[in-house]
Nanobody, 124 residues
Protein backbone atom coordinates (compact mmCIF):
# COMPACT_ATOMS: atom_id res chain seq x y z
CA UNK A 1 0.00 0.00 0.00
CA UNK A 2 1.14 3.54 -0.76
CA UNK A 3 0.29 6.60 1.28
CA UNK A 4 0.42 10.13 -0.09
CA UNK A 5 0.52 13.08 2.29
CA UNK A 6 0.24 16.66 1.08
CA UNK A 7 1.47 19.73 2.92
CA UNK A 8 2.13 23.40 2.26
CA UNK A 9 -1.34 24.77 1.75
CA UNK A 10 -2.55 27.95 3.40
CA UNK A 11 -3.95 31.43 2.95
CA UNK A 12 -2.18 33.82 0.61
CA UNK A 13 -3.01 37.11 -1.07
CA UNK A 14 -3.52 37.32 -4.81
CA UNK A 15 -0.18 37.52 -6.57
CA UNK A 16 1.54 35.52 -3.85
CA UNK A 17 3.19 32.12 -3.92
CA UNK A 18 2.89 28.76 -2.21
CA UNK A 19 4.79 25.51 -2.54
CA UNK A 20 2.90 22.28 -2.05
CA UNK A 21 4.67 19.06 -1.18
CA UNK A 22 3.53 15.46 -1.49
CA UNK A 23 5.35 12.70 0.37
CA UNK A 24 4.91 9.12 -0.76
CA UNK A 25 5.46 6.33 1.73
CA UNK A 26 4.73 2.66 2.11
CA UNK A 27 5.94 0.01 -0.24
CA UNK A 28 8.61 0.93 -2.71
CA UNK A 29 6.96 1.95 -5.91
CA UNK A 30 7.85 3.50 -9.20
CA UNK A 31 4.72 5.19 -10.50
CA UNK A 32 4.09 5.96 -14.12
CA UNK A 33 3.12 9.51 -13.21
CA UNK A 34 2.36 11.76 -10.29
CA UNK A 35 -0.09 14.62 -10.50
CA UNK A 36 -1.84 17.43 -8.73
CA UNK A 37 -5.59 17.89 -8.96
CA UNK A 38 -7.78 20.45 -7.27
CA UNK A 39 -11.39 20.76 -6.25
CA UNK A 40 -13.15 24.02 -5.51
CA UNK A 41 -16.43 24.14 -3.54
CA UNK A 42 -19.33 23.02 -5.69
CA UNK A 43 -17.08 22.01 -8.57
CA UNK A 44 -15.69 18.77 -9.88
CA UNK A 45 -12.12 17.73 -9.23
CA UNK A 46 -9.91 19.04 -12.02
CA UNK A 47 -6.46 18.23 -13.33
CA UNK A 48 -3.72 20.77 -12.61
CA UNK A 49 -0.36 19.26 -13.54
CA UNK A 50 1.45 15.95 -13.91
CA UNK A 51 4.99 14.68 -14.09
CA UNK A 52 6.19 11.35 -15.38
CA UNK A 53 8.32 9.57 -12.81
CA UNK A 54 10.77 8.36 -15.43
CA UNK A 55 12.07 11.15 -17.59
CA UNK A 56 10.29 13.93 -15.77
CA UNK A 57 8.17 15.25 -18.61
CA UNK A 58 5.48 17.61 -17.44
CA UNK A 59 2.06 18.72 -18.55
CA UNK A 60 -0.19 21.50 -17.24
CA UNK A 61 -3.73 22.61 -17.60
CA UNK A 62 -3.90 25.86 -19.56
CA UNK A 63 -5.02 28.03 -16.65
CA UNK A 64 -1.80 27.41 -14.68
CA UNK A 65 0.79 27.37 -17.47
CA UNK A 66 3.56 29.84 -16.76
CA UNK A 67 2.51 30.18 -13.11
CA UNK A 68 2.79 26.68 -11.64
CA UNK A 69 5.70 24.26 -11.78
CA UNK A 70 5.55 20.58 -10.89
CA UNK A 71 8.74 18.77 -9.93
CA UNK A 72 9.84 15.57 -8.24
CA UNK A 73 12.62 14.10 -6.18
CA UNK A 74 12.75 10.40 -7.01
CA UNK A 75 15.16 9.52 -4.22
CA UNK A 76 12.99 11.17 -1.57
CA UNK A 77 9.72 10.03 -3.14
CA UNK A 78 8.49 13.61 -3.16
CA UNK A 79 6.47 15.66 -5.60
CA UNK A 80 6.16 19.44 -5.45
CA UNK A 81 3.92 22.11 -6.91
CA UNK A 82 5.36 25.60 -6.93
CA UNK A 83 2.52 28.05 -7.38
CA UNK A 84 3.28 31.65 -8.28
CA UNK A 85 1.10 34.61 -9.23
CA UNK A 86 -1.80 33.02 -7.41
CA UNK A 87 -5.33 34.13 -8.22
CA UNK A 88 -8.56 33.88 -6.23
CA UNK A 89 -9.80 31.30 -8.75
CA UNK A 90 -6.93 29.02 -7.68
CA UNK A 91 -8.68 28.57 -4.33
CA UNK A 92 -9.37 24.86 -3.85
CA UNK A 93 -8.36 21.73 -2.03
CA UNK A 94 -5.29 20.39 -3.81
CA UNK A 95 -4.75 16.65 -4.07
CA UNK A 96 -1.66 14.65 -4.91
CA UNK A 97 -2.19 11.48 -6.92
CA UNK A 98 -0.12 8.57 -8.22
CA UNK A 99 -0.77 6.50 -11.33
CA UNK A 100 0.88 3.09 -11.45
CA UNK A 101 0.39 2.40 -15.14
CA UNK A 102 0.17 4.34 -18.37
CA UNK A 103 -3.13 6.08 -19.10
CA UNK A 104 -4.73 9.45 -19.82
CA UNK A 105 -2.95 11.40 -17.09
CA UNK A 106 -5.42 14.29 -17.12
CA UNK A 107 -8.18 11.99 -15.91
CA UNK A 108 -8.66 11.31 -12.21
CA UNK A 109 -9.70 7.75 -13.03
CA UNK A 110 -6.14 7.01 -14.20
CA UNK A 111 -4.78 7.44 -10.67
CA UNK A 112 -4.54 4.66 -8.12
CA UNK A 113 -3.57 6.50 -4.95
CA UNK A 114 -4.68 9.84 -3.55
CA UNK A 115 -3.68 12.04 -0.68
CA UNK A 116 -6.12 13.62 1.74
CA UNK A 117 -5.76 17.09 0.23
CA UNK A 118 -4.46 20.44 1.41
CA UNK A 119 -6.46 23.67 1.35
CA UNK A 120 -5.22 26.62 -0.70
CA UNK A 121 -7.07 29.90 -0.26
CA UNK A 122 -6.19 32.97 -2.29
CA UNK A 123 -7.69 36.24 -1.13
CA UNK A 124 -8.32 39.17 -3.47
Amino acid sequence: QVQLVESGGGLVQAGGSLRLSCAASGRTFSPYAMAWFRQAPGKEREFVARIRWSGGSTYYTDSVKGRFTISRDNAKMMVYLQMNSLRPEDTAVYYCAAALVSGPTVLAASYDYWGQGTQVTVSS
